[in-house]
Structure formats: structure tokens, C-alpha cells
Nanobody, 119 residues
């Protein structure tokens, strides 16, 4: 059973930066991808970024391309989301999630970390 724990959220002014971390435990060799998602008040949870486990390919939502970067540290079993040039509309609870090879969806989710960007 994979367990994910996010950290690094907080309050930052527009234009600032934050780095979120997603630490995993219980990970096996069946990991296919790790993704970041976010949910703003009154909105549905949406995709932010993901990284494929076999080759490191990365994918981003259009709204964050050029500002956010997803990366991983295999030795620390941690995935990061570096967020630069933050905007008030980036305010949301950010979740990391893991998809295993036998599943078409993200099955494991963290508890989320709040990111608030003030104008």
C-alpha cells in the first residue's frame, strides 16, 4: 500500500515561489506515474503536472507551463513541484497522487497541502 505525504505549502505573495514535496512510502516497482493536482474553493480538482516513472517524461497543464516544474529524487522517494511566478489563481489545495502500472487512474492520494497566493 503506497502512502503519500505532501509538504511545503504556505502563504506567498504573487510572483513568489514555493516548492512542494511528495514523500512516498510503501512504493513498489509497479509505479507508472506520479502527478500533482489541485483544487480551488468551489472548483473541481484538476491536473497540474505529472512525471512518468520509467523515463522521467513530464507533462503540464497549460496554465502552469513555464512556471512550474515537476521532478523526482529516487534516493529520497520524493517528487517535487517547483512553483515559480505564482499567481493568485494558483491558490488551491495541492495533492500528489500515484498511478500504478495496472491501473488507468491515480489510485493513491496524499492528504493535500494548502497553497495561498496573495495579490
Amino acid at each position: 500500500q503506497v502512502q503519500l505525504e505532501e509538504s511545503g505549502g504556505g502563504l506567498v505573495r504573487a510572483g513568489g515561489s514555493l516548492r512542494l514535496s511528495c514523500a512516498a512510502s510503501g512504493r513498489t516497482f509497479s509505479t507508472a506515474a506520479v502527478g500533482w493536482f489541485r483544487q480551488a474553493p468551489g472548483k473541481e480538482r484538476g491536473f497540474v503536472a505529472s512525471i512518468l516513472w520509467n523515463n522521467g517524461d513530464t507533462y503540464y497543464a497549460d496554465s502552469v507551463k513555464g512556471r512550474f516544474a515537476i521532478s523526482r529524487d529516487n534516493a529520497k522517494n520524493t517528487v517535487y513541484l517547483q512553483m515559480n511566478s505564482l499567481k493568485p489563481e494558483d491558490t488551491a489545495v495541492y495533492y500528489c497522487a500515484e498511478r500504478i502500472k495496472s491501473s488507468p487512474r491515480y489510485d493513491y492520494w496524499g492528504q493535500g497541502t494548502q497553497v495561498t497566493v496573495s495579490s
